[in-house]
């Protein structure tokens, strides 16, 4: 149980161009999912936390208009890279957490290159 | 200020070795210590998890220990394989419910 997909695994773009990624629960709901931005070697770095139904917390130094962030339902939350520039190549990971229980489950990432 | 400090960054074990990552925390309203498995170009993967009013928890060939007076715990693998070569993260979430990461930890297990 908890899994959690993300959609495209890849991306490559033009710099310039919006990119979406979708992040989904498939076997539960989720009143809280999380995106993060993981560097290669590093940790990862906890860039919104989105509630269904409400408007996303972001973290200090993440432009909530440059990382658009939807979370319409139980089961899906998107994010919106917009304008994209190389600089935001990198590896970005959403999670869901169940309404009852602390853990984070993960998705299995989305790999941007903007070229 | 790194709420979780992780060590070691790196760490090679010969197969059948025994792996040991350590952690140590600051915030006393830390309540729930997970470790996560991280494969490269994959998410991580909740790998085990304890709370603060139980020392040990052992799951298969996974260990944690934790020591609350010293704000401490550790991951433990048993019998480590080169399947188990990863990189590792330790966490912790507070009463709010708020994620901290460690940095993480490369473990290579060399058959």
């Known amino acids: 149980g908890a899994v959690v997909s993300q959609h495209p695994s890849r991306v490559i773009c033009k710099s310039g161009t919006s990119v979406k990624i979708e992040c989904r629960s498939l076997?539960?709901?989720?009143?809280?999912m999380f995106w993060y931005r993981q560097f290669p070697k590093q940790s990862l770095m906890l860039m919104a936390t989105?509630?269904?139904?409400?408007?996303?917390?972001?973290e200090q130094g993440v432009e909530k208009d440059k990382f658009l962030i939807n979370h319409a339902s139980l089961t899906l939350s998107t994010l919106t890279v917009t304008s994209a520039h190389p600089e935001d190549s990198s590896f970005y990971i959403c999670?869901?957490?169940?309404?009852?229980?602390?853990?984070?489950?993960f998705g299995p990432g989305t790999r941007l290159l903007v070229l | 200020q790194q709420q979780v400090k992780q060590s070691p960054q790196s760490l090679i074990v010969q197969k059948g070795g025994i792996s040991i990552i350590n952690c140590a925390y600051e915030?006393?309203?830390?309540?729930?210590f997970p470790w996560y498995q991280q494969f490269p170009g994959k998410g991580p993967a909740l790998l085990i998890a304890?709370?603060?009013?139980?020392s040990e928890k052992k799951e298969g060939r996974f260990t944690i220990s934790f020591n609350k007076s010293a704000k401490q715990f550790s991951l433990h693998i048993m019998d480590s394989q080169p399947g188990d070569s990863a990189t590792y993260f330790c966490?912790?979430?507070?009463?709010?419910?708020?994620?901290?990461f460690g940095t993480g930890t490369s473990l290579t297990v060399i058959p």
């Open positions: 915030n006393t309203a830390f309540d729930y």
């Open positions: 304890i709370r603060p009013d139980v």
């Open positions: 989105s509630n269904e139904g409400s408007k996303a917390t972001y």
């Open positions: 966490a912790a979430i507070n009463t709010g419910n708020q994620f901290y």
């Open positions: 076997d539960f709901q989720a009143t809280t």
């Open positions: 999670s869901a957490r169940l309404t009852s229980v602390e853990t984070q489950y």
